[in-house]
Structures are given as C-alpha cells and as structure tokens.
C-alpha cells in the first residue's frame, strides 16, 4: 500500500503489557531508565560504548581502532585477534561450567544427547583436526548440509576453530540450489548425513549432495555423518564416513588467533534478483551481536535452559541456537524434527521435560500450532517458562495473545524481535525486564542500533506514517560484503537511501518511537518467516520447457503469513491442465527446493505489463487476493489484460 511518499499503514492495536517488578528486579536490564542510559552511552559515545562491551569477550591480541568506517564498508575492532570457537567453548571451561550441559539435543524419534562444555570442546578438536586432515586450512570454505543434529553445531565450531569459513545450506533446499552456493562458495568439503528424520519419514540429503557435487568441480571430499542407517552410495576416493574421518584424531586442536573481520560464515539469502546473495559475517563484530543481544533480549542467564527452535540453517539458528547462547555459557536445546510429530503436543512436552525457560519461534509456528487447538498445549504444564520470543515477520495480535495466554500463562513477557541474515543480530526488540510491549510490535532498538523510519527522499517520516525502514549508522554484527560481489552490497543495501543501510521493509514509528514491521516493499515474499525472491521462482519456472513468461506475487495466508502465487504464460502448442500445475510445482520444488513450490498456479495468456515492459505485480497482487484495483493503471499498455485475468478467476 503506497501513498505518495511513503507506505500507509493499516494496524491499530492498541493494548500494552508492563513486565512484571518480579521479572524486571531479576533481569540484567531491570529498567527503561536503564535501558535509556545504555542507549544514551552508545549514542554519546558509539566507539567507547561497543569498546566496554567486546572486553568481555577473550582476545588474544587487543584491537587498536573500534570502528573504521569507510562507507559503506566497515571494519570492527582492527588490528585484534581473537577465536569464536574459543570464546564459545575454552573460556567455560576454566570455571565451573565445564560440565554444564551447552548442547541438549532430541532427535525425532526420541533419542538424545547431552553435551557438556567439555564434551563438546572434545568433539570441536577432533572435527577441526579432522577437516585439517583433509587439506582444509584458514581462509577455506566448507559447506554444510546436514539435518539438526550435534554434528552441525560441532562442524561450524571446529570451522571456527581453525579459521575455515562455513556455509550452511538448509536441508529443504534442492540439489541444484545447493549446487549454487557449493559453486558460489568454492567449497573444498561438503559435509552431509545419510539423512535426518522429519515428521516420520527419512529426508535423504545424501542423493541430493551427489547431484550436486557433479557440477561443483571445487570440491574434493564429501563427509558422510551416519544418522538414519539407510544404505547410501559412497564415492570411492571421494566420499569418506564421519566416524571414520574422526578416528584416532587428537582431542585438542589450537584455536586459530583470527583477524576481528576473518569471515566466520556466508549465509545464502534471497534478494531481488535471481542470484542468491551470499551474506558474509566476521568473527568479532558478530559474536559480539549475538552475545549482547543474547543476554539482553532473551536476558539468558547461567540457569536457564534455552530452546530456539530455528534450524540452523537459518540465521536464527546461527545467532540463536549456536553462536549467541554459548558465548554466554548457556544451555541450548537442539531438536531435529518436526514440531507436531508424532502429535502437535511435541513442543510442549519437550518443554516440560527439559524445563525449558525461554522458548524462540517464529509466527508460522505460533499461528500452526495454535490451530491446532489448545488441547495439546494444556497437556503440559508449561510451568518452567518464563519468556517466550517470536522472529521472522510480523506476529498478529491474535497469534501474540494466544501465545502470550496459552502458552506462557499470561505470566511471560513475549519478545517480538525484528533482524535479519544482514543484520546478524537482533537490532529491534523489548528488553523484557525494561519495556512495555504492544502486540504487533518490535518495540525499540537494541542500544547502539539507529533505525528509522523514512519516506522515499529519506526524510523522517512523520509518526504513524509508513515508510522505509532504514538504519542510519554501522553496528558491529552488520554484513561486511556479499561474498564476491562488493558491487551488489552497494548496490542492495547502501544506494537507496545515501549513508544509510536499506532493509527493504516498510515500517512505521507511533508516538512513543514503537516501530511496528510491516513487511517486505521489494519483490521479495517472507514466506513462513523465510525471504524468498519473486524473481528467483520466475527463473525457476521459466527455465521448464513448456514456460514462455512467469510473474509470482505472494497472497495472505493464514498460516504461512504469505503463499506463493505464480501467473504463468505457456509457449505456444502447450495446453493448461492440472497436470502441467502438478509438474510446474515440482519443478519448481526440484530447483530451489520444497519452501519455494507455489501454493497456486494460474495459467494467462498475457501478463500485465508497462509500456516499458515492466510485469506489473501489484496489479497480480490484487487479483491473487480477489480484490479490486485501485492503484493507477494509466501505465498498463492493454487494458484488456485485467479483465480476461478476473474473468479467468471466476
Ligand atoms: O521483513 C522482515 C522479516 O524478515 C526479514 C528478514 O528475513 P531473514 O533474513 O530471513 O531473517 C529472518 C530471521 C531474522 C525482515 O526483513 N522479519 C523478521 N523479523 C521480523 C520481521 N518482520 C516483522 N517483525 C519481526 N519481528
């Protein structure tokens, strides 16, 4: 919904929760005073705020400057050196926590492994000298496709360990999209399993790294972590078993002293054009992100079992399940599979039985499970949580009630976090134990974050009127580059709006500087919480041979916050049918991967296009809705189009 300058907005919610004086007395930030002071610091005084703050983390050599900032490049912390495997392993086990359970893992079918900070510091050496063995050394890549399984927290430490760059791919991306990012990456290593469970069935990620790796000449061993048992075919001379690889290695491995801005990972996210961006994160900047907001926003302490159910695959799971809870010394839970299997009281019962006390989802979870009624939450008790968190799109009120009610007992405060892969950390959110929340909303930024929201000459835009939402100075967990591509990372992120960095959301600021997300203003979908680019499914179904042109707008959907509809013209002698949908889908499922498939397919024998050419999407959006047009269509070259789409609706 644009007006002239910027974007209108339509919530109004108005409802506000005070955290509780028995929440907020415990908390490490126990006031908005408090909050305000540490924001005041970071405002007055960014270089020496951000300095206090990275003390705490373990150098082994000091920095000498804070913060160069050569826009839009910036450097945190030059000149140190430091290792984050280090700092989210040794540094625990000096202390007493060295037999606090870090990772407490449940796979689908029940089993479960509990790695003490000792445990896993043994695991992270062998698998670093493991990867040492095989010819990886700093400044390498390896990629990671594994399900949720120890084995992926364990590979990305022990890639931190020795200075490789890792990049993960999630497991519900296809053969061909891994092979991308495999190519795009160089990756010498692939690291798979035999599979992982999910909702009952095997998922084989196996067969799909072989497809891969045929057309990925960079890679030169493929290490197979056995988890399922299923037979899979192994490659002589190529492929090798985990338990074999880690054999006879030794259990302690140095930990690389890394440059502040060494790529710790590239995390492959979807923007506007066809390419995967790869997102490139730093050593320093980053974990000081995750650690910070880690304590603040989730406000995690030494007795806390923490519970993200992102996949690592994600960001979230980056920041959130791995890298931000250790640095703090917490516990994390990992689990495998489905969340509603064998019953959609899965969850729940995880919860009770780990006695989870801070619970981080995503709406599309929130909005599934809720309709799945309140029976299978009331059979748990639910006692030991204490805040519960949500990420990834905006949360309705309805979904934000429900969890606030039924699963947090109207007790917990619900932290409503805005970031993204970009950002590395969260940048907007409550403080629980400091602010006032309001459904809906993401609140205020994290100290030493400046966001706003501005209208299209980047103006400040005026409250409660929508806009762009843009951050106007550098933060230490921000993205260095698009790997191989500085030029996109201008482009993308630094050129619209000049000085500032551009999310592509539309926000807007009420009265008491609340910023409330409204989504997405480039043609890119957030769909279940993920970034999907428009323009990457169109190549997809274009590249089918029965395809002459395809446009993809996305339409509200209940659960899934946005599904996937694709407008698709066919070259001539091909007929529509049920048949080429079925086919076009999975088409689509076999070159991105199952999130992309479209929920709907809608056959046209013409697309509404500008006189320019340009495919006019928001005219597709209003028909995949059912609603009327009321923008201007003076620019759309035949006007006939519109009517024979609606017609073909009906
Ligand atoms: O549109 C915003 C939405 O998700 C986008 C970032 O997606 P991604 O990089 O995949 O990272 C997701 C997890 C950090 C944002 O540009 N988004 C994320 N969190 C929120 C949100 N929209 C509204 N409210 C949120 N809390």
């Known amino acids: ?26 908390a490490h930030v126990k006031s908005m005073q408090a909050y305000k002071r540490l924001c005041k610091a970071a405002e007055r005084n960014p270089d020496a705020f951000w300095a206090s703050l990275a003390k705490e983390m373990d150098w082994f050599s000091p920095w000498k400057t804070v913060c160069d900032w050569n826009p839009p490049f910036a450097k ?30 449940e796979g ?6 509990v790695l003490t900070y000792q445990d896993l510091y043994r695991e992270v050496c062998i698998c670093a000298n493991a990867l040492k063995s095989q010819g990886v050394k700093k400044g390498d890549r390896v990629s990671i496709y594994l399900p949720m399984i120890p084995e992926l927290a364990i590979t990305m430490l022990a890639c931190a360990r020795i200075g490789v760059t890792h990049s993960i791919i999630f497991g519900g991306f296809s053969a061909v999209a891994l092979c991308d990012r495999i190519n795009d990456a160089s990756a010498k290593i692939v690291i798979t399993s035999d599979g992982g469970y999910r909702k009952g069935e095997i998922v084989d990620l196996k067969e799909k790294v072989d ?25 002589e001379g190529r492929d090798i078993w985990w338990h074999d690889l880690m054999k006879g290695m030794p259990d302690r491995c140095k930990a690389e002293a890394l440059d502040s801005e060494h790529p710790l ?111 299978w939450p009331k059979q748990s008790r639910l006692s030991s949580l204490r805040l519960l968190g949500t990420v990834g799109e905006p949360i309705n009120p309805t979904a934000w009630t429900w969890y606030h009610k039924v699963i947090g007992g109207g007790r917990c405060p619900i932290v409503d976090t805005w970031w993204q892969t970009e950002t590395g950390a969260i940048m907007i959110s409550p403080l629980p134990g400091a602010t006032e929340t309001k459904p809906g909303s993401a609140t205020l930024p994290i100290p030493g974050i400046f966001p706003e929201v501005v209208d299209r000459d ?90 002459a042109e395809a446009a993809v707008v996305g339409k509200p959907d209940e659960i899934k916050g946005t599904a996937i509809v694709a407008f698709v013209t066919l070259r001539s002698g091909q007929q529509p049918s049920d048949a080429l949908k079925a086919a076009l889908r999975a088409h689509v499922e076999k070159e991105i991967g199952v999130i992309a498939r479209p929920d709907d397919i809608r056959f046209t024998e013409n697309l509404p296009k500008t006189r320019s050419g340009k495919i006019m999407r928001r005219l597709l959006r209003d028909i995949a809705v059912g609603r009327e047009t009321t923008g201007d269509i003076t620019t759309l070259e035949d006007y006939t189009i519109l009517a024979k789409l609606r017609q073909d609706e009906d």
Request: aromatic share 12%.
């Open 108 to 113: 689908e079918p029940g089993d479960v492994r």
């Open 458 to 547: 980047g103006v400040k835009a005026a409250t409660n009127t929508g806009g762009y939402l843009v951050i106007k100075r550098p933060w230490p967990s921000m993205l260095r580059t698009v790997w191989g591509d500085p030029k996109r990372y201008e482009k993308q992120y630094w050129s619209d709006f000049p000085g500032c960095y551009f999310t592509g959301d539309g926000a807007r600021c009420d009265q008491d500087g609340y910023f409330w997300v409204m989504g997405r203003v480039d043609d890119v979908m957030n769909v279940s919480g993920h970034r999907l680019g428009t323009m990457e499914i169109e190549s997809a179904l274009v590249s089918a041979p029965a395809v």
């Open 265 to 375: 990972f590239i995390l492959y996210t979807s923007g506007t054009t066809g390419k995967p961006k790869g997102v490139v994160h730093s050593t320093a900047g980053y974990l000081l992100g995750a650690m910070m907001t880690s304590r603040w926003v989730f406000d995690l302490k030494d007795t806390d079992t923490y519970w993200c159910t992102a996949d690592i695959g994600w960001v979230t799971g980056h920041s959130y399940v791995v890298y931000g809870i250790l640095a703090n010394g917490g516990t994390t839970v990992m689990y495998e599979g489905a969340p509603t299997y064998p019953t959609p009281g899965r969850l729940w019962e995880m919860v009770d039985k780990y006695h989870v006390n801070i619970f981080y989802t995503a709406p599309t979870a929130i909005r599934a499970l809720m309709k799945l009624g309140d029976t």
């Open 76 to 105: 945190w912390f030059v000149g140190g050196k430091m290792n984050v495997a280090h700092n989210c392993i040794d540094r625990h086990l000096i202390g007493w926590r060295k037999n606090k359970a870090a990772i407490i893992w």
């Open 1 to 26: 919904m644009q007006n002239e300058k910027g974007i209108t907005s339509v919530l109004n919610e108005r409802r506000k929760f005070k955290p509780s004086p028995a929440f907020s007395r415990l």
């Open 211 to 235: 497809e891969a790796v045929l057309k990925a000449p960079s890679v030169q061993r493929v290490v197979v972590v056995r988890r399922t048992g299923i037979p899979v075919a192994m490659k």
